[in-house]
């Protein structure tokens, strides 16, 4: 195995890896592909595009994760994988345990009640000719409950959670009454409806303005903490993310890259691709307005025909000729607890 110079010799593992444990992970992510077939129009199989290609991750009860990357590098295919919208091409996922390839119809139902979905456009992810009232009441009724009275008393209780008060004053508006921040505590809402123990967050605060992003992150910590849901946060802001999150994941090209504790990653970035992430963090002083950041050459690759060995590589500016170009690094652990897919810590 290559050392560079002035680093340490570490062992390529995996990081779920370690001595068994008696607690059973809330979710737990194994060696997950989704492809995505391609078809010319006449000649038939063209390839596929590769949005997840081998993504592992264990989620406990009441933990908040955040996984970022670029457009492009499969967040969303991966967060519609975990929801059930796509199967995956390989891999499982076990939620609680049960397989979610092994489900079937009733299973669906269960499983989909056990995990809230926050979309990104508030606005276009609520119906338009519906109330608040049966926006909120929709899961219900779809889940079997029937009574009225019960209904109206988990909505009232729900909206009064997500600050949407006095509740006589927004249930009976319609969307377009609605403030964008108030649309998307709407969109928190109906994912809390059925008292998930998962809630998956697709970028809930890149539509709003930048006074209420905090805000609206804090209402969503506050709700986990209180009700102790697990919440996997998709971004592509690292600014917001310690805010929100206790491990950073970063995805690139379909892979994980790297992974560790929200401080820990954001003092110590340890794979190139992070610490350019970071370093494009937009910087409010005005003194360094005119200071030329270092970015990465190039442009993501395309998941249809991926670049062999490491998946950075063509935009590295560590690349080891001879051994990133070729073969895929493994994960290895430059820090304590802080995983990296990168041959510059063999």
Not at 118 to 130: I, K, T, W
Not at 138 to 145: F, R
Not at 196 to 216: K, N, W, Y
Request: charged content about 20%.
């Amino acid at each position: 195995m290559t050392t560079m110079p002035g680093s340490t010799p570490t062992t390529a593992i995996h990081p779920n890896e370690g001595p068994p444990a008696a607690r059973q992970p809330l979710l737990s992510v194994q060696d997950v592909h989704t492809w995505f077939e391609l078809r010319r129009w006449g000649f038939g199989h063209a390839g596929y595009v590769r949005a997840v290609d081998g993504v592992s991750f264990e989620l406990d009860a009441g933990e908040t994760i955040a996984i970022v990357g670029e457009s492009g590098c499969g967040k969303s295919s991966l967060m519609k994988t975990i929801l059930g919208l796509h199967r995956p091409t390989k891999g499982d996922i076990f939620f609680d345990g049960r397989s979610l390839n092994s489900l079937d119809r009733a299973g669906w139902r269960w499983y989909r009640s056990q995990v809230g979905y926050v979309q990104q456009d508030p606005f276009g992810a609520l119906p338009p000719f519906m109330s608040v009232r049966r926006i909120l009441e929709e899961p219900l009724i779809v889940n079997g409950i029937t009574e009225q009275a019960e209904r109206r008393r988990r909505v009232a209780e729900v909206m009064e959670e997500v600050r949407l008060l006095p509740v006589g004053d927004f249930v009976n508006k319609f969307p377009h009454q609605l403030s964008g921040g108030q649309q998307q505590r709407v969109v928190i809402a109906r994912a809390m409806i059925l008292r998930p123990r998962l809630i998956v967050a697709d970028e809930p605060v890149s539509m709003l303005d930048a006074s209420v992003r905090v805000e609206i992150l804090r209402l969503m910590e506050s709700l986990q903490v209180a009700h102790n849901i697990a919440v996997i946060y998709i971004t592509h802001d690292l600014s917001t993310v310690r805010y929100f999150s206790q491990r950073i994941f970063v995805m690139y090209a379909g892979q994980l890259v790297e992974h560790a504790a929200v401080d820990d990653l954001l003092a110590a970035p340890q794979h190139p691709y992070t610490q350019a992430l970071l370093a494009a963090i937009p910087d409010p002083d005005p003194h360094n307005a005119t200071v030329l950041r270092e970015v990465p050459p190039g442009e993501p690759p395309s998941l249809v025909r991926p670049p062999r060995g490491c998946r950075f590589h063509p935009r590295c500016p560590h690349v080891i000729a001879g051994l990133c170009e070729v073969q895929d690094p493994p994960y290895f652990e430059p820090r304590p607890q802080h995983y990296t897919k990168c041959w510059l810590y063999a």
